[in-house]
């Protein structure tokens, strides 16, 4: 496969980083999922904002746009699929160890992967372990995936796709790598940014599409919800069918199916932004 590393397409097997890359040795850096369709970016734009955010967050200079949408452009050429998903990863770069920085700028890596379509239900677990809503990190699509590791591994062993965190305050957060929603008396609601969840890409999209309301929710909704589902770049939209020992047998539920049907029309217009 083909991977945009250093300025240009390089083959995968023979690509190297350094192995004093920030990235590696202190977890200093960020990346975005983006959908590609036909060798079309979805929402590029909004992912390019999150990718700028996420490195001011950090303290790491702004990524060079026109260079990762050159990158995007470039790899999505050289893997024609008609599903896929590029990975950006950017990091601090090389730099000595024990240094607060990399010393020779920043590592760009654009790959792709990611063409499997998404069955439509899925199983999640609760897990114990919170997300901190007010944490340096909070909000900021790191790299630093060690916790959510643990928290899909959980997931695994319980026979799910994703685990679902609460935050410090026991008010529902977000998935390992996903955003939640939940319907109740047919309304369909998801934790605000506030909880400490990513803004989702996916998520601000159907939240604009469906009307769906930022709530302040208790993790225990989810034992009361009407419908639950899950939203991300990997997933569009998927119904939950069980969250712990409950059973949600008839998901996809119809508020969900109709966000399904929503999201999958509106989506396929070019949306960029
Ligand atoms: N929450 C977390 C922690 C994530 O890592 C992701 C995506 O990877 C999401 C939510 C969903 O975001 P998006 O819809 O932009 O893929």
Redesign the pocket.
Known sequence: MKIWLDGALRDSETARVSVFDHGLTVGDGI???V?AVDGRPFALT??LD?LTRSARGLGLPDPDLDEVRRACAAVLEANPVPLGRLRLTYTGGHGPLGSDRGDQGPTLVVALGGTARRPDTTAVVTVPWTRNERGALTGL?TTS?AE?VVALARAHEHGATEALFANTVGQLC??????VFVVLHGEIHTPPLASG?????????VAEWTGAKETDLPLDVLREADEIFL?????DVQAVHRVDDRELSAAPGPVTAKAMRIFDERSAEDIDP
């Open positions: 990346f975005e999922t959908k909004r992912h999150r699509k995936y959510n977000e998935g390992t790598g996903s955003n969840c990513l803004a989702g890409i996916t998520r601000a999209l939203t991300s770049t990997l997933r």
